[in-house]
């Protein structure tokens, strides 16, 4: 995204990486809003390529799953669409590249800096020399770890799971996991669907996480004789106060995406922020001081999302939550519009609790209120309260 608008612009601009087109372990899933900043990069409806166009899997519905319980919730055409990675990632770099900004299909080996100046040598012996590097490789990055200290196993997940041949299935599936917190997904692609389970790294193992995909796998009728190709990957999860302390930005260098801890800490989805990131990084690169305004717009608006999602977290994976959710969900419209919302985007976590009143569901509701405020026991009002309603408006702000 990023090199798209710059070299569009007139910048030359190098992109390196030596190992496109992959496979990633990931979802694939890609929610409206992103689907939305890819359409306004390429012209193309929903897609980065029109020349093959992208294959994608429709979702019809969203199954959640907590213990025994169980909701289907159908999803609106156009909200959610998944791809699997390499033909979605191919298709950015083509557009990057018919723009204008050359690839170099290399391996990053070392990054240095002299006289403003940086010198990124590659393992065929080839370098390339630029005023400016934007790290968009990921959490364990060669540019973080040279620019920035590398996350900690507290601040990251662990996302481990299978790629499972099987026909399309235009279901997706979220299972909450009590121990450790975190979710297990099922995400439809064509010809296949990847199915994983992600949990903060400092509670659990790579070892653990395949064992509950596993075992979740060994009982989902689909994917009964399917084959199994295993994959797991560090995602960053930053705590509220991690987020806080992050520099995405400094002289002469920006982190883009995961590199910049820029994932929600709830769902785990980084694809928007990614592309968000490379289009504020892009237009960063056109004013005086790229460095300082592109840490302001990422503050501004991606880190105090991730932020939001964060404050919540804690309490979003307490099973009597998880439960409680699920059983809303299975005869509440209203819970239905919110996660819809949610899966595409359009719900922001700011105004969520405020939403979630408008409901009608008071218990879910109330719920999600505690959360935030677990650390403050003494100041907590019944529903409806008074001060209740004064605090949700000064945590919330206005309702969007």
Not at 14 to 38: F, N, Q, W, Y
Not at 321 to 345: C, E, N, P, Y
Not at 376 to 382: D, T
């Amino acid at each position: 995204m990023a090199a798209a608008a710059l070299a569009s612009g007139g910048a030359r601009v190098a992109m390196a990486d030596g190992s496109h087109p992959r496979e990633k372990p990931c979802g694939g899933g890609v929610t409206r809003r992103a689907l939305e900043l890819i359409r306004a990069l390429s012209g193309i409806d929903g897609h980065p390529s029109p020349d093959p166009p992208v294959p994608f899997a429709p979702v019809g519905r969203v199954r959640f799953e907590a213990g025994a319980r169980a909701a289907t919730v159908p999803l609106p055409a156009g909200d959610l669409d998944v791809f699997a990675r390499e033909p979605f990632d191919a298709a950015l770099v083509a557009t990057a590249v018919a723009r204008g900004a050359s690839l170099i299909r290399a391996r990053a080996t070392s990054i240095s800096r002299d006289a403003g100046m940086w010198t990124v040598a590659f393992a065929d012996g080839r370098s390339a020399t630029a005023p400016w590097i934007l790290g968009a490789d990921g959490a364990a990055g060669i540019v973080r770890k040279t620019v920035a200290r590398p996350f900690s196993r507290s601040q990251l997940s662990i996302a481990a799971g299978s790629y499972v041949d099987a026909p399309d299935i235009p279901e997706i599936v979220i299972r909450f996991v009590d121990r450790p917190r975190g979710y297990l997904w099922s995400f439809p692609r064509p010809g296949h669907f990847a199915v994983g389970t992600c949990a903060q790294a400092d509670e659990t193992s790579t070892r653990e996480m395949h064992a509950i995909t596993d075992a979740w796998l060994d009982r989902y009728a689909p994917a009964a004789s399917g084959h199994r190709r295993r994959y797991a990957w560090p995602i960053p999860s930053l705590s509220a106060g991690d987020v806080d302390a992050e520099r995405p930005a400094g002289n002469g260098w920006l982190l883009l995406g995961d590199a910049a801890g820029l994932v929600d800490p709830i769902t785990r989805e980084g694809i928007f922020f990614a592309l968000r990131s490379g289009q504020l990084a892009a237009a960063a690169l056109t004013t005086a001081n790229p460095a300082r305004q592109y840490a302001a717009a990422v503050r501004d608006e991606l880190y105090a999302e991730v932020r939001r999602a964060a404050r919540l977290k804690a309490g979003f994976f307490r099973p009597r939550f998880t439960s409680l959710l699920v059983d809303a969900l299975q005869h509440s419209a209203g819970i239905r519009d919110v996660m819809i919302d949610l899966v595409a985007g359009r719900q922001p976590y700011r105004g969520l609790k405020r939403r979630l009143l408008r409901t009608l569901e008071v218990g879910l509701a109330w719920q999600a209120l505690r959360q935030d405020w677990a650390r403050e026991p003494r100041q907590l009002s019944a529903p409806g309260s008074r001060r209740a309603r004064a605090r949700s408006r000064r945590d919330d702000g206005p309702a969007r």
